[in-house]
């Protein structure tokens, strides 16, 4: 019997503990409960413990970076839901990285950079191949990564950022967007968002330029298209009056003529025919680039014949490459692509570029593509444009009156001189005979 | 061709030669003054930064407007021959030593028997009115020059539409700059013409035998 009592004992503890705690709840009110979950120990509370004070960690470089996090921005950061070691896993697994060196602030953040790929793929790889992250890759300490961008911990959906603001572009290009708040956009923007009564709103960095994906907009010129894409009916009203108006789309920048006030260049792109791109950083331009260096850091720019022996060289025998000259007006600098006016103030006198003394033609570059998408240019004798020689090197792009060649002007003067020589010549030497015959 | 008219039918009372039809004359001075508009609203496209008589948008409308005016003048004068059996005024002289030889004698009688009183080395006829230098001439200005530079302004005129004919022809630059190179040759043409057209009997001879369509007696 003893040891039937015995051996049930711890039965009969475990059904009373059971009881016991059963009670304890029965008797205990909710709020005690509440109150003791959450101060149970939550890993964000743990690390906000200390990264709300002032820690700072000295880098490899010198930089003091300040550890503080603003746990109050944080908890109402999208990321908030996946906590602190959503991101920092190596300090999920026991191991604080306080001790381990860092190299730069820059390392850190580049290094980060893949924590936000691992969810964030498509527009990683959206940004992977903007010019952000060629740039990043050529080497740059200037170039936005991630957080950059995003901020480290306050990260917030884009739908609220402040759009006005030119946030986040307008941290680093700050010009520019001073540039863009004049113009017709940005002023629109001031003035209730909207262009005419009928508009669309008026547009931000990111609605031409778009996010993560960003171009090099002097390589590509898909920004005409962009612009196009609201402007859905320039092309016909250009047609209404311009002559050649697809040409001039093709060849002329929007904003040349719709940033009235800007400075223009003549840029002279390499690029390949055979291929249908543009001369980039491919071994085959090699002997190109090399030249293109050569001819391009002599004093005065480029002459018109270094020019010709330039195309001339892609057309040696063995060379599988047709380069040709792409011509396009555009304007000199970035700030002046964004200062856009509106239409009623475009230029649409002809004569600014179809004139002689247009200071349209002054400036002239040669532009080869790099590897990270940008144009280099190296500048041109702006004489290059009326050269004889440019009928074989730039052929595809002429504006007449404003780039003609002079040794064609040489030759007008000498077919008037000589149509107005052969009447004098003709009725002299009539003289001349009738005189000699009356003398004989 | 076959219909030929005897050369009598073409000699009125007064025994003047009727050289010059209706049509042509006609197509000539449209030609004419379509040849001079072109060259002058030609030299305002080209000098706007020297000459500003008009703007340069008005001066490229003109050009173009005149451009095509000229072209379906040439189409008329191309038609009016081919169907005519005066073809044989811009018929080649295949004797090659004989055309040689006569076009050394008419520049002889321009460079001294003109002036001297000697007779013309070409008889003027209807089915053969353009001694060996006029013929030349036009054979090079009506089916080289005048073609070559409508097809070049046409392809300027709407560069998209032609981008295929024009990137056959090497670029832009070189249809313009053939273009030029015939506006310089019409240049030159139109002076030179002008004066030859004083070269007749009296110095207004051969501008009002292309008023009357008759040749004006020798002296």
Redesign the interface.
């Known amino acids: 019997m003893t040891t039937e009592i015995s051996r049930r004992i711890p039965a009969l503890l475990a059904a009373a503990a059971l009881f016991l705690a059963g009670a304890w709840i029965a008797v205990t009110p909710v709020e005690v409960l509440a109150q003791d979950a959450a101060e149970a120990p939550d890993p964000d509370a743990r690390c906000v413990k200390c990264h709300s004070r002032g820690l700072k960690k000295k880098l490899e470089d010198g930089e003091v970076l300040s550890l503080k996090v603003d746990a109050e921005a944080f908890g109402t950061s999208v990321h908030s839901v996946i906590g602190c070691t959503g991101c920092h896993r190596d300090v999920a697994k026991g191991r604080h990285p306080s001790r381990q060196p860092i190299e730069s602030r820059r390392s850190y953040s580049f290094e980060k950079n893949e924590t936000c790929r691992q969810c964030h793929r498509a527009k990683y790889e959206a940004y992977d191949g903007s010019i952000h992250a060629n740039l990043v890759r050529a080497g740059s300490d200037k170039a936005p990564l991630c957080s950059d961008c995003h901020s480290a911990h306050a990260i917030q959906r884009h739908e609220t950022y402040d759009r006005d603001s030119g946030e986040p572009c307008s941290k680093c290009h700050t010009d520019i967007f001073t540039a863009y708040e004049e113009s017709v956009h940005g002023t629109a923007r001031r003035e209730g968002n909207r262009i005419r009564a009928d508009h669309f709103e008026s547009p931000v960095c990111a609605d031409c330029h778009s996010a993560h994906d960003i171009s090099a907009v002097a390589s590509t010129g898909y920004l005409v298209s962009t612009c196009m894409s609201c402007h859905e009916v320039a092309e016909l009203a250009h047609e209404q009056w311009l002559p050649n108006a697809p040409m001039h789309m093709k060849s002329v920048g929007c904003s040349a003529c719709h940033a009235p006030d800007a400075g223009l260049r003549v840029d002279l792109q390499l690029w390949d025919q055979v291929n249908q791109q543009a001369v980039g950083a491919e071994e085959r331009y090699a002997p190109l680039r090399a030249t293109l260096a050569e001819i391009g850091n002599e004093e005065g720019g480029i002459s018109s014949l270094d020019l010709w022996k330039l195309i001339r060289l892609t057309k040696a025998d063995g060379e599988n490459i047709d380069v040709r000259l792409r011509g396009r007006l555009e304007v000199a600098t970035g700030m002046d692509a964004h200062r856009l006016q509106d239409s009623g103030q475009a230029t649409r006198t002809c004569e600014n570029c179809h004139d002689g003394d247009s200071v349209a033609f002054d400036k002239v570059t040669v532009s080869i593509t790099r590897a990270d998408g940008r144009k280099e240019r190296f500048e041109a004798d702006k004489a290059v444009l009326s050269s004889v020689l440019s009928v074989d090197s730039i052929s595809g792009f002429y504006a007449p009156g404003g780039t003609r060649i002079k040794l064609l002007d040489y030759l007008l003067v000498l077919a008037v001189l000589g149509g107005l020589a052969v009447p004098v010549v003709h009725v002299s030497l009539g003289k001349i005979i009738r005189r000699k015959m009356k003398v004989k | 061709m076959n219909n030929r008219e005897p050369i009598h039918e073409h000699i009125d009372t007064k025994q003047r030669i009727y050289l010059h039809p209706l049509p042509v004359r006609i197509w000539h001075w449209l030609n004419a003054l379509g040849f001079v508009l072109l060259i002058l609203t030609g030299l305002q496209?080209?000098?706007?930064?020297?000459i500003s008589v008009i703007?340069?948008?008005t001066s490229?409308?003109l050009h173009?407007w005149i451009g095509f005016v000229i072209i379906v003048n040439w189409f008329l004068w191309f038609f009016y021959y081919m169907t005519s059996d005066k073809i044989t005024n811009y018929l080649p002289d295949f004797n090659a030593r004989d055309f040689i030889k006569r076009y050394f004698e008419q520049a002889q009688y321009?460079?001294?028997g003109?002036?001297?009183g000697e007779q013309r080395p070409h008889d003027v006829q209807p089915y053969d009115k353009f001694n060996p230098m006029q013929k030349l001439t036009y054979q090079f200005v009506m089916l080289i020059t005048v073609p070559i530079t409508f097809f070049s302004g046409l392809m300027?005129?709407?560069?998209?539409y032609f981008a295929g004919l024009i990137e056959l022809a090497?670029?832009?630059?070189?249809v313009?700059?053939v273009h030029?190179?015939m506006?310089?040759?019409f240049?030159?043409f139109?002076?030179?013409h002008a004066?030859m057209g004083m070269l007749g009997s009296k110095w207004w001879s051969h501008y009002k035998e292309m008023f009357t369509g008759y040749e004006e007696p020798h002296d």
């Open positions: 496209i080209r000098y706007a930064d020297i703007s340069f948008e490229v409308q173009n321009y460079g001294y003109i002036f001297v300027m005129w709407d560069v998209d090497g670029g832009i630059r070189i313009n700059t030029v190179i506006f310089v040759i240049v030159f139109v002076f030179l004066y």
